[in-house]
Structure formats: structure tokens, C-alpha cells
């Protein structure tokens, strides 16, 4: 079960959040969401039930392959009026429904899903391609690709903070690129699409997160660090913990999103997460004493992890001078609002 979003760590912190956004441009609108009922979804839909609350107008048309089983595990947020499912794959949905605005979400970022990288790149990219031209047909005038830190491929050890405007990339014929390569191309197809159709597309760099709705058994070091500290286990660290990484709290994330659905610029690429970067070895420190965890960190591995990518850290200066996005959560926060949500 997810947590209610009327948990103070879920809505209580999105109320404070407010001010942080124009909520009142999703007033009397209609929004199309893909991946909704994922990480990504919870928080966005939870933004939004509060925005109903507030009296916003707010209307969310929601495409999901088993929206019966979000509702299991979410109920109080799946039968909200202002909510309807629309059941379909993202490659071959069909909607009639007109939409103000489209958010475009859906991707398979589970490790068992990257195990087959052809999957993951028809998903994407036909993905993309069918939720343009739907974006088009519903007459939609905004549509926001979220898109990932992915596609800067490994970061330089002399960059401390990956910049919009990087000229890094994956490596086109390395099997790992799989992902970031296909979110590079539906950037692209975006790009274009929107300049001949007339749809402002801007695109969200998404890099780490943390909240509500994060799996704690699966390839994500802090929800793995959370769920051994809730419990009782030692917190296992599997690499030698130098890898650097940055965590944005869930509730900052929807309001990230939302802020640029409504005010980006077409065809202009915003990092969003965290800029302070901290070693994963410190950060099963961190989640440890948060949470006043009596058990230890154990690092599986000591010396040099010699890894793929072993910082990944963006620059949010981009968003921070042209939107007026910040980090609101700090992480001891973030990683206490999570237990909390979590155990209540």
C-alpha cells in the first residue's frame, strides 16, 4: 500500500510548497498523464488532490495498463472526482478526451526492465511518438517530456555538476546506452514535433529522488538504505561507497514538474534534482543516524570502485534564475519524511 497523500509528510509538505508554483495555471484544465502510477505519479497525483482540495479546477486524465491494480494500492487517491483512468499501453493508447496539458512520464525504470534494452527503447521512443501525436490530436497547447540525467552518459571526474548545455553523451554502441540514448531521441522528436505542430515541449532532465512510493528492495541505494534501517538489518552498502550521488524529496519534485509543464520554454532541457552531492557511503551514514538506526553500515567492498558512472550530480541553476525552483527538502528531512510516511 502507498502511503494516504493525506499524511503530513505527503500533503502537509506539498501545502508548504505552494507558494512555490502558479497552481492557478491549472485552473479549469485538463491534464494527460502517462506514468502515473508510478513513483512519479503518486507524487503528482497526491499535488494534485491537494490542489483540489484548494478549490484549483483541476481535471487529470491518467493512462495506466492496470489502473485496478494502483487502486489496490492507493484507493484513496484512485477514485478521486477529479480523476479518470484511461487503461492502455503508451505505444497504442486511445483517448478522445481534449487535454490542456500533457505530462508525459512513462518509462519502465525498474532493473528487470533493463534487461531487455529493445524493450525499453520501443517503449520509449514509440512511446514518445504515439503520446505526440495524441498531445496533438487533444489539442493541447503545453506538453512537458521527462526525459534523464541518462543522456550525459558517464559525468567527467573533473565535473563536479552536469550542466544543460554538456556536450557529454552515451556511447552509441555500448549495451548500457540503451536507456539514455532512446530519451535522447524523444527529446529530439519532441523538439521538432513541437515546432511544426505548435506545442510548447519542454523537457525535465530528471536525475535521484527520494519520498513515498520509492521501492525499498529494488536498485535505489537510498530506498534500499531506508527499508534495511526500518528493519533492524544493517544497512548494506554493496559498491566501496565513493560513488557521489544528489536526492530530491518527492513533494519538491511535483512541484518541479508542475512549475515547468506551465512556464518552460519549448525545446529547452531543465535538470532536475538536487545539487549536494554526497558519497553513498555517507549516505547510509546519513539514513542510519536519521533514523536512529542501533544497527551498523556495512560496505561490501574497500578501494577504488572503479564504476560506470560514479558521480552524478546536475547543475539546477537552469531552473532555480528562469523558474524559481529550488531544493526546498533538505536530505536528513527528505529521508525522515519518507520513514515517516512509510511507518505510519
Request: glycine residues 10%.
Amino acid at each position: 500500500m502507498l502511503p494516504d497523500p493525506r499524511h503530513p509528510a505527503v500533503q502537509g509538505h506539498l501545502a508548504g510548497l505552494l507558494p512555490q508554483f502558479d497552481a492557478n495555471a491549472f485552473d479549469d484544465r485538463t491534464v494527460f498523464i502517462t506514468g502515473g502510477t508510478g513513483f512519479f505519479g503518486y507524487w503528482l497525483l497526491s499535488l494534485f488532490d491537494l490542489l483540489a482540495q484548494r478549490g484549483i479546477d483541476v481535471r487529470v486524465n491518467a493512462l495506466s495498463r492496470a489502473p485496478t491494480r494502483f487502486a489496490a494500492r492507493a484507493p484513496y487517491l484512485a477514485s478521486r472526482p477529479w480523476l479518470t483512468w484511461v487503461r492502455g499501453d503508451i505505444r497504442n493508447f486511445h483517448d478522445d478526451a481534449p487535454a490542456d496539458f500533457i505530462l508525459h512520464a512513462a518509462t519502465d525504470t525498474h532493473a528487470d526492465a533493463h534487461r531487455n534494452p529493445l524493450a525499453i527503447m520501443d517503449e520509449i521512443l514509440l512511446g514518445t511518438r504515439h503520446t505526440l501525436s495524441h498531445a496533438k490530436a487533444a489539442g493541447a497547447a503545453r506538453m512537458l517530456l521527462v526525459s534523464s540525467g541518462a543522456i550525459y552518459g558517464p559525468q567527467p571526474a573533473d565535473v563536479t555538476h552536469l550542466r544543460e548545455d554538456a556536450t557529454f553523451a552515451c556511447d552509441t554502441c555500448h549495451p548500457a546506452s540503451a536507456y539514455g540514448e532512446a530519451k535522447r531521441a524523444a527529446e529530439q522528436w519532441s523538439l521538432q514535433f513541437g515546432r511544426l505542430h505548435g506545442i510548447a515541449i519542454p523537457v525535465a532532465r530528471c536525475f535521484a529522488f527520494v519520498g513515498a512510493g520509492l521501492p525499498l528492495d529494488g536498485h535505489f541505494a537510498i530506498g534500499n538504505f531506508i527499508g534495511d534501517a526500518l528493519a533492524g538489518r544493517p544497512i548494506q552498502v554493496g559498491g566501496d561507497g565513493t560513488p557521489m550521488r544528489s536526492y530530491l524529496y518527492g513533494a519538491d519534485l511535483a512541484i518541479w514538474l508542475l512549475q515547468l509543464l506551465a512556464h518552460g520554454e519549448h525545446g529547452r532541457a531543465y535538470n532536475v534534482g538536487a545539487d549536494e552531492a554526497i558519497a553513498i557511503g555517507a549516505l547510509a551514514e546519513t539514513v542510519r543516524s536519521v533514523l536512529a538506526s542501533p544497527q551498523t553500515v556495512r560496505i561490501a567492498r574497500q578501494g577504488a570502485d572503479n564504476t560506470l558512472r560514479n558521480r552524478y550530480v546536475p547543475s539546477i541553476e537552469r531552473a532555480r534564475h528562469e523558474l524559481g525552483l529550488d531544493v526546498w527538502t533538505p536530505l536528513p528531512e527528505a529521508i525522515r519524511l519518507t520513514a515517516e510516511a512509510l511507518t505510519a
